[in-house]
């Protein structure tokens, strides 16, 4: 009887490295080729124009919650999920997606008059089209998520980030300006969509029932008006910003916002991706939810918090290398948000186990409570400017921690402070790296990329002789399993030779 949850455990153990593997690639080309165009396009565009788009990122992602979250987490988190759940979730998407869009088409009016900028109007009805092209794609992610199978989704994202990046400079060439930012995007979903239907074999059947749908509303209705809270109170300085400043202001703490999302999310959100399926699976054992908590936090900060501490130090070479000039006024934006993107994983994975063990109601009572301080905090800062709002942000990061955690700690036994204790060598280690880099800032350099040049590798290098030093877990077994891949190749390389 011991042989069968010990082989499990192995197959779970084994499929979950695959698949935060096959997630870390999917994440980091498809970062990487965002980033690649991005640079691009900042340099063939003004920040006004990237402004214009980010007046509308909060009515975008709002609609895209609506799709994303609810039944297609529930699906996930639903162990026993059968051919008509599937069915009746895949219908009710493209439903809901063509009520988004056609909301989105009438409220486009309204939208323009609120930032009083008539180029909205057009910007907005093609951006909707997003909503109903991707509903008909969001059931065969739900089903390799659900699967673990993470492989096929590199292939989508990396083949469809490519085409439209490809797209989008070549309309920017060409002198379409903003419009090259809505193609870009429309363009990426639309590629996204045909290319899972092509990769993955399933087909709906013609099945559909309101029964299905109402077994998993109690779930997904709670992790649907968490995800709904969560993405306006995410995107609400992007409204605050285009309302009370201009678009040009916007503009700059979009580029500021999405090179910081770079180290904060890109690593946090492969495992998160990876870890709620697998939570799922192991959520009545405790024992073992614990473990892969832990596991799961000490594995991001060993990446997240070198990277964003290293972003911050490094951020005006890294800013006029890349953008040029035209885009200084973000680098202290940039310094400031990477503070606050120091706590994003770390609730972001303690939520993932609330909803992993099915307690979407404290997940919803956890947003309730944050965003009503995200409402006092916008409220009281503003007044400072949007450097101002961003120290609102790197208050509310820590106290999101906080409240997360503190129910993560009596559901799984591992409360904030041991958390916190297990993280702090990792902290300790990338703020002596950063100290590191910042001394090597002070030289004169020529320009900024010779800066670049040096600080970025002095800072790996640090970094890892600290890990090392510091015996981290993590960094420990990372570096163990690299050795072991090594030796394993090196061998396969011998017995072909020999052969």
Known sequence: MNREPASMAGTLSSKTLQAVSWSFIESVS???????????????????????????????????????????????????????????VFYFNIV?????????????????????????????????????????GLIQIVLLTKQINFKTQTHVSLIASLLSGALGIGMAVKGFGVWSLAVQQISAT??????????NPWRPALLFSFHSLRKMFSFGSRVLASALLNEVFNNIYFLVIGKLFSATDLGFYTRAKSLEELPSRTMSNVVARVTFPVFSVIQEDRVRLKRGLKKALTTLVLVNFPMTIGFAVVA???????????????????QLLCLGGLFYPLHLINLNVLQAIGRSDLNLRLEIIKRALTVITIAITWRWGISGLIYGIIGLSFFSYYLNSYYTGPLVGYPMLEQLRDLSPYLLASLLMGLGVYAAGRVPFPNPGSMLLVQVPLGIV??????????LQAFTELWQSGRGKIAVLRTQRLLREKI
């Open 190 to 199: 639309f590629f996204r969509t045909v290319l899972l239907w092509f990769l």
């Open 30 to 88: 498809i970062q990487g080729v965002q980033f690649g165009v991005g640079i691009v396009l900042a340099r063939l565009l003004l920040p006004e124009e990237f402004g214009l788009v980010g007046m509308l990122t909060i009515f975008i992602t709002l609609a895209q919650a609506f799709l994303s979250s609810g039944f297609g987490v529930a699906l996930i988190q639903k162990q026993d999920a059968t051919t008509m759940d599937t069915c009746s």
């Open 316 to 334: 005006r070479p890294l800013v006029l290398f890349l953008f040029t000039e035209k885009w200084a006024v973000s680098i202290p934006y940039l």
């Open 96 to 136: 809901l997606g063509a009520a988004m869009t056609g909301l989105l088409w009438v409220a486009a009016p309204w939208i323009a008059a609120f930032y009083d900028r008539p180029i909205l109007i057009p910007l907005t009805r093609a951006l909707s089209l997003t909503m109903f092209i991707g509903s008909f």
């Open 462 to 471: 640090i970094y890892v002789c600290l890990c090392r030093m510091f015996r």
